[in-house]
């Protein structure tokens, strides 16, 4: 009796040769196996997916802070005492991981789709822990040092929460090909059970979640509100360095309805512009004043002050990288600028009828001018001519005494109060940062009549957020960008949101059931084909043909152990060399 061995045909799958040895380092083809996946690479599947869910998040939070890079560039100035892009470095290895991690996720789903054990090397074991590691230091020092820039993230999902929405669930349809083909080839009933319950309670899940999707944005346009002013803090200064006259005179020209300073007071009793506690970062003292680059700014006299370049540094340090955009003739203003005094400011917002809101810092106790800061502001305030009605005045100390001796004043607080407790003040006006103020809060403040100036707003999204919140102004650094935002960046009424969201949904279900009724059908397919029926094409048979992409073993045949003859006359026979 002849007994034969069956015709097997070996194809180069150069697809799942590198998944699989990019992944694990499996390119040959008996490393690779179908057998179940051990707890171990279990383990590491978990936290791979864990990585690339919290690198999700952080890469998210970086990106929507871009609204704040110059706050957090501070805020390393300040411990440091050195100024540079802190943001640059983080963004880089961000971007880095994130890039990485995902890749490796996408390896993982085609090994389960192609149903190929997942063994992770060694190798992508260290730069998961070492991303995992980087990141949750990361966030516990943001955490610790700008722990308030998280409340970035709700806030942003206001104005993109509806297109992640959509986002989401067509990823997580796109996943039930692989669940399904998975539930499908199972010959487990309990992990099929499991498998598809999980699926359904992920993806019903995204099917509801419209339902606490709170936007602003969903409104009817009739009642969207005036386009809020936009108040020029600190002048405009990605165009010009800020608090210095020059950089006020540019965002006029950004057609802003306002100016915001700080203002400190000299030791001889003159207020000017100054944001720092020293003038290092932002003037030339250790060059001019050497042994004193390291006093507060506010030990210095005025005509001390006014031998200082203000300008420099912006031309040299480039804090906002837009110096490039910038004109010989603003390069030749901007290294001439000086130290501005708060009466200049006045009188040039006086010119331009313009609101001038300041922050003014106190002296230290051994300043002469400790006790009488209050009233030197506010004579230069009168002196300066300008409308008391321009002029927001925010400090809280004295301000019965400064309502009585300068009643025109617009009385502004920086703290968020009781309604009660502001009109019992006489303040009219709330200065706070965006994060300070829900939607909800921003109309109870607009129906007591008190108007709210949220800071600082850089962003396009952010402004149309709090456009249709009602905001009346914000202050922004970026005035010459949001100068180009005439209408919210998307509008939507609820009834047209309520459409989408019902189809979008209809839509991934109908696909999900048509993937799953596919993937039942193929596989079907799969377990009646018989695998001794192995038909060969002619081009398969070519042994001459150049592009031969398939290998084929010899039909064998088992005479040698009947006796009939030996191997190697057997592969003679069929023209092979043994």
């Not at 009817?220 to 108040?231: A, F, M, W, Y």
């Amino acid at each position: 009796m002849v007994k034969h061995q069956p015709l097997q045909v070996y194809e180069r799958q150069l697809c799942l040769s590198c998944i699989t040895g990019i992944y694990g380092c499996r390119w040959k083809r008996y490393q690779r196996s179908h057998d179940d996946t051990t707890k171990w690479e279990l383990l590491w599947s978990i936290i791979l997916l864990f990585t690339f869910c919290l690198l999700l998040v952080w890469f998210y939070f970086w990106w929507e802070a871009h609204n704040d890079y110059n706050e957090f560039n501070w805020f390393l100035y300040n411990r440091s005492g050195e100024w540079s892009d802190g943001t640059v470095p983080i963004l880089a290895t961000t971007a880095a991981g994130f890039t990485y991690i995902a890749f490796l996720m996408v390896l993982a789903l085609c090994h389960v789709a192609l149903g190929q054990q997942l063994n992770l090397h060694w190798l992508h074991k260290i730069g998961v822990t070492a991303a995992l590691l980087t990141t949750v230091i990361g966030v516990i020092s943001v955490n610790q040092t700008w722990g308030q820039e998280w409340d970035v993230i709700p806030i942003s999902l206001q104005a993109t929460g509806p297109f992640l929405h959509i986002g989401a669930l067509a990823a997580v349809t796109a996943l039930s090909w692989i669940v399904a083909g998975q539930v499908a080839r199972s010959e487990k009933t309990m992990f099929q059970v499991v498998v598809v319950l999980l699926y359904l309670s992920v993806l019903l899940g995204l099917y509801v979640v419209p339902l606490y999707i709170s936007s602003p944005c969903i409104m009817d346009p009739s009642t969207l509100k005036q386009r809020p002013d936009v108040i020029g803090h600190q002048g405009a200064p990605m165009l010009a360095p800020e608090n210095t006259l020059w950089s006020f005179q540019r965002a006029l020209q950004m057609n802003v309805t306002g100016l915001e300073a700080d203002v400190a007071i000299s030791v001889d009793g003159v207020p000017f512009l100054m944001h720092d506690r020293t003038l290092r970062r932002t003037t030339d003292v250790g060059k001019v004043f050497p042994d004193r680059h390291m006093e507060d700014a506010s030990s210095f006299n005025w005509t001390d002050l006014r031998q200082l370049n203000a300008g420099q540094w912006f031309l040299k340090d480039d804090p906002f990288w837009t110096v490039h955009t910038l004109s010989s003739r603003e390069k030749r203003l901007i290294a001439n600028q000086s130290v501005c005094s708060l009466e200049q400011l006045l009188r040039l917002a006086s010119y331009h009828n313009s609101t001038v809101v300041f922050r003014l810092r106190r002296p230290p106790p051994e300043h002469p001018c400790y006790d009488s800061w209050i009233n030197d502001t506010l004579q230069a305030v009168q002196e300066s001519g300008v409308p008391q009605s321009l002029v927001m005045w925010t400090p809280d100390e004295h301000r019965a005494q400064v309502r009585q001796l300068a009643p025109g004043l617009i009385q502004t607080s920086v703290e968020k109060r009781r309604l009660q407790r502001l009109h019992l003040d006489g303040i009219s006006r709330l200065l706070l940062r965006y994060n300070q103020a829900s939607t909800q809060e921003i109309g109870n403040f607009s129906q007591s009549n008190i108007s709210i100036t949220l800071y600082t707003i850089n962003e396009p999204w952010l402004y149309s957020v709090l456009w249709c919140s009602g905001v009346s102004s914000v202050s922004s650094e970026a005035s010459h960008i949001l100068k180009k935002v005439p209408y919210p960046i998307w509008l939507m009424r609820p009834d047209e949101y309520c459409l989408m969201w019902v189809s979008v949904d209809l839509i991934s279900f109908a696909v999900v059931i048509g993937i799953f009724i596919f993937q039942k059908y193929r596989t079907s397919g799969m377990r009646s084909y018989n695998p001794e029926q192995i038909m060969l094409s002619a081009a398969a048979v070519r042994r001459s043909s150049r592009d031969l992409n398939v290998m084929k073993e010899k039909l064998i045949f088992s005479e040698v152990g009947n006796g009939v003859g030996s191997a190697e006359e057997l592969y003679e026979d069929n023209g092979y060399d043994y």
